[in-house]
């Protein structure tokens, strides 16, 4: 009977070693995939501006938006004028 248990005890243990091996591998895949999703973005810098950028960040300059940084930011990230002005508004 000791036998029979002991042999239970190990193979729980090696399981659950198994196991935990598996989720931390999860864990990290996640957490990678996380970082790269929710990497910040590079600095906004108008002087890389292509012209299609920089005649949406006049439109939204007249229009009263004024944070240039925020605006390069979303003129980058949604591509479309009505996109950044719906982001802007909500």
């Known amino acids: ?3 029979a248990v002991d042999g239970a005890v190990a193979n729980v243990s ?3 070693a198994e196991v935990s091996g598996m989720v931390k591998k999860q864990v990290e895949a996640v957490k990678d995939a996380a970082e790269k999703k929710f990497a910040p973005a590079p600095d906004p810098s108008p002087e890389t501006l ?3 950028e920089r005649e949406m960040l ?3 300059n007249d229009m009263g938006f004024t ?3 925020q605006l390069i930011r979303l003129i980058r990230k949604h591509k479309e004028l009505s996109a950044v ?3 802007l508004i909500q």
């Open 50 to 52: 292509t012209e299609k």
């Open 67 to 69: 944070d240039q940084e």
């Open 1 to 3: 009977m000791k036998e």
């Open 85 to 87: 002005i719906e982001r």
């Open 14 to 16: 090696s399981r659950s």
């Open 58 to 60: 006049r439109q939204l």
